[in-house]
């Protein structure tokens, strides 16, 4: 009966630990401001453009602390425009994702 318990307990936590480890809730909102970061302050046109607006997003995990996330967005700056491109993010031990690098012009798929 000990044992039966000690079986149901551990199947417990390891499926607690699953939902945790999977939970992905705050993650696009968080990715979303790594890019705006990164783009604004260490992309190729940092200095010269800025993300005004972005107005889509879709996220691959590539493993639980790095993700390549597929942005269009508005950037403003000298001038005004829509770009779609692919930044590489990975999430820091403190949890906050940063931004790591971005593809060229138009290089995202949706």
């Given at each position: 009966m000990r044992s039966i318990a000690l079986y149901v307990?551990?199947?417990?936590?390891?499926?607690?630990?699953?939902?945790?480890?999977?939970?992905?809730?705050?993650?696009?909102?968080?990715?979303a401001d790594a890019v705006r970061v990164y783009y604004d302050t260490k992309g190729e046109w940092a200095g010269t453009y800025t993300i005004r607006e972005i107005s889509r997003i879709e996220i691959d995990f590539l493993t639980k602390d790095d993700a390549?996330?597929?942005?269009?967005?508005?950037?403003?700056?000298?001038?005004?425009?829509?770009?779609?491109?692919?930044?590489?993010?990975?999430?820091?031990?403190?949890?906050?994702?940063?931004?790591?690098g971005m593809g060229p012009h138009m290089s995202a798929r949706f």
């Open positions: 307990v551990l199947a417990v936590l390891l499926a607690l630990g699953a939902v945790l480890y999977f939970d992905r809730s705050n993650d696009e909102a968080e990715i390549r996330a597929n942005v269009e967005y508005i950037y403003a700056g000298r001038s005004e425009g829509i770009d779609m491109r692919w930044f590489l993010v990975s999430r820091q031990p403190s949890g906050e994702w940063v931004g790591q």
